[in-house]
């Protein structure tokens, strides 16, 4: 099976500052990337995809960069806001598998 | 435009019962996809039907099976409950196959088994 991990469970930081999410995985065959975020007593919201032939993507306050050499993904969150406090999911999918990460805890303090 | 729904919202049952539980997608979207989340196993996928056809499957036993109808509205039934099949099951739907689309989840149906 696939091994998707996160560097941190939990992540705390400031208002206002940038947030980093890492999540690392073991399948180098993995073709497409995607970070959701789940809020307390909601379904998991997506927030942004990647595909491998890519190493980075911009959304709205948000970055992810992949990098496939050593089999690493992560999301920025820039001016990171109260908002933003939930817990932050990798996912990846391969030869029609999908796989998710176990979750990092982003608490922001006002 | 409504979300994706889910129904029950939550549900007890016993050990050796068997439990349907049910996904409208939002209007127009074709695939439906299931997942379980637990504290223990974090977010696992199930299995994803797109036109009526189960597309893509994870790895869970043959007591966990699913079908999709004609409107793309979903079912998912886990026969011969397991203490461990206590879960929060979510349903996602989009345009097309996961792979190429971006997922909308409902808010999941608290299964509990006793």
């Known amino acids: 099976g696939e091994s998707v991990g996160l560097h941190l469970p939990t992540l705390s930081v400031q208002e206002g500052d940038n947030s980093i999410i890492n999540c690392a995985y073991s399948?180098?065959?993995?073709?497409?990337f995607i970070w959701y975020k789940q809020e307390s007593g909601k379904g998991p919201q997506f927030i942004i995809d990647?595909?491998?032939?890519?190493d980075k993507r911009q959304g709205q306050r948000v970055t992810v960069l992949l990098n496939k050499t050593v089999k690493h993904l992560s999301l920025q969150i820039a001016a990171t806001q109260p908002g933003d406090s939930a817990v932050y999911f990798c996912?990846?999918?391969?030869?029609?598998?999908?796989?998710f990460g176990s979750g990092t805890k982003l608490n922001v303090k006002p | 435009k409504a979300g994706v729904t889910q129904t029950p919202r939550y549900l007890i049952k016993t050990r050796g019962q068997q439990v349907t539980l049910s996904c409208s997608p939002i209007?127009?979207?074709?695939?439906v996809s299931w997942y379980q989340q637990t504290p223990g196993q974090g977010l696992q996928f199930l299995f994803e039907?797109?036109?009526?056809?189960?597309?893509n499957k994870g790895n869970f036993p043959g007591r966990f099976s699913g079908r999709q109808f004609s409107n793309s509205r979903s079912e998912m039934n886990v026969s011969t409950l397991e203490l461990g099949d206590s879960a929060l099951y979510l349903c996602?739907?989009?345009?097309?196959?996961?792979?190429?689309?971006?997922?909308?989840f409902g808010p999941g149906t608290r299964l509990t088994v006793l």
């Open positions: 399948n180098s065959a993995s073709d497409y």
């Open positions: 209007s127009g979207h074709r695939s």
């Open positions: 996602a739907s989009s345009l097309g196959l996961v792979r190429d689309n971006e997922q909308f």
């Open positions: 039907y797109f036109s009526e056809t189960q597309r």
């Open positions: 996912a990846l999918g391969n030869f029609n598998k999908f796989y």
């Open positions: 990647i595909r491998s032939n890519m």
